[in-house]
């Protein structure tokens, strides 16, 4: 009834992902008109957008300029990173750090994954260790995203006197509000919550010398443009703007140009998707039997640690609620979810508690997590740049990685 295909796994023989798999088209009606459901979904990219062949990838020699103890920082900070475990920078962190701590302004072209946090939290914590009167602000996508920024810092501040406010929608904003009137020197949250602070009256920015944005294209995609516009123009003019984006598209160059004073370009990309992402298609029509073939590739062993993408919140949630009944270790993060829920669930999973996570787009941008051995794309993304964000969630520090897409 099975038979094996390039994962080592099984599809169902009537619905193979070879050839066939090209010959999809929208539904139809019996009087030649397209049904209400195929009109209203978004349109299909072209399934040979998801399949590649993995590169062995051939080892590059790392030309790394500096040591972290080459960098201009207190001895405090040095000794934190250190402690760390961090023996050389990153090529991001390479480039940048000097820069960066320099006072310059930055735009650094990198992937999620390259360490660019590290490329912009050192110079904040030693230009706050410096002068203690000022503040910073750190915006980012997602609450996933935010979160996992904050926790990064904080693992490098110590027993350092520096303090931060976590601002992102789906928490208490009570809360928020009492950590900003502690007058933390940081500030790390999402353009919608950090505006309605600052509406609010309670968050404002006369000092801060220093502001990021980090996956600025995400952010745009997200719908969050003038958010930002709004922001920045809060700010005082004179400031420290380091910018992080994985792509240096229009609106990108748009808010670099009008923000931004001579800054410098650094550029570390590695490539649209992983060059060691072994990316294939399994035709599968219909829920019920997406499912089934679902349960089929979830249950063998190599399929060690998985993140399922969906299209909807709803979606998102009944596919976690039929895994889980069938026994899967299995958990969903989606923007339904409380921020108190996303973060537990993403705990389980970085700790190997649950195998599998099931998610939204929106809700796993900027999720960073090891070792995961397969992207399922159990609804297909609205766009390619949605699909190379979810690729690139596998096939990371040299290792090979599987996507699958499933489609119709």
């Known amino acids: 009834m099975y038979k094996n295909n390039r994962f080592g796994g099984r599809g169902n023989s009537g619905h193979n992902s070879r050839g066939s798999a090209f010959g999809g088209r929208p539904s139809f009606n019996n009087r030649g008109g397209m049904n209400r459901r195929a009109r209203f979904m978004p349109k299909a990219l072209d399934p040979r957008l998801f399949v590649r062949e993995a590169i062995e990838a051939t080892p590059e020699e790392k030309i790394i300029e500096h040591k972290f103890s080459d960098f201009a920082m207190d001895s405090r900070l040095l000794a934190n990173v250190e402690a760390k475990g961090f023996k050389e920078p990153t090529p991001i962190q390479d480039k940048a750090l000097g820069v960066a701590l320099e006072g310059k302004d930055v735009i650094g072209l990198a992937d999620t994954g390259t360490g660019k946090t590290l490329a912009f939290v050192l110079p904040i914590l030693n230009k706050i260790l410096e002068l203690d009167d000022q503040t910073a602000l750190i915006m980012a996508p997602t609450r996933e995203l935010a979160v996992q920024i904050r926790d990064e810092m904080r693992s490098l501040i110590g027993n350092l006197p520096i303090y931060s406010a976590l601002l992102i929608g789906g928490s208490d904003i009570r809360r928020q509000i009492m950590d900003i009137k502690r007058r933390p020197h940081i500030y790390v949250g999402t353009p919608g919550r950090i505006k309605d602070l600052y509406n609010r009256g309670v968050l404002r920015f006369k000092d801060t010398q220093t ?107 009944k596919l976690s609620i039929e895994l889980l009944e069938k026994g899967f270790k299995a958990g969903a993060i989606h923007g339904d979810k409380r921020q108190s829920q996303r973060e537990q669930v993403l705990r389980a999973f970085k700790s190997n508690t649950i195998k599998i996570l ?46 699958i897409t499933f489609i119709d």
């Open 358 to 403: 099931i998610a939204t787009d929106v809700a796993a941008r900027g999720i960073d997590v090891k070792d995961i051995s397969h992207v399922i794309n159990f609804d297909q993304p609205a766009t390619y740049d949605d699909y190379i964000h979810r690729v690139g969630r596998t096939g990371r520090a040299g290792k090979k990685g599987y996507a």
């Open 211 to 317: 502001v990021v944005l980090d996956e600025m294209d995400r952010m745009l995609d997200m719908g969050f443009m003038k958010e930002i516009v709004e922001i920045m123009s809060y700010l005082p003019e004179t400031k420290q703007s380091l910018l992080f984006s994985a792509t240096m598209n229009d609106s990108v160059e748009k808010i670099a140009t009008q923000f931004m004073i001579q800054p410098v370009k650094i550029s570390v990309k590695s490539g649209a998707t992983s060059q060691n992402v072994e990316q294939n298609v399994i035709r599968a029509n219909g829920i019920a039997n997406k499912v089934k073939v679902l349960q089929d590739l979830l249950v063998q062993d190599h399929f060690s640690k998985v993140i399922i993408f969906g299209r909807t919140k709803h979606g998102v949630e």
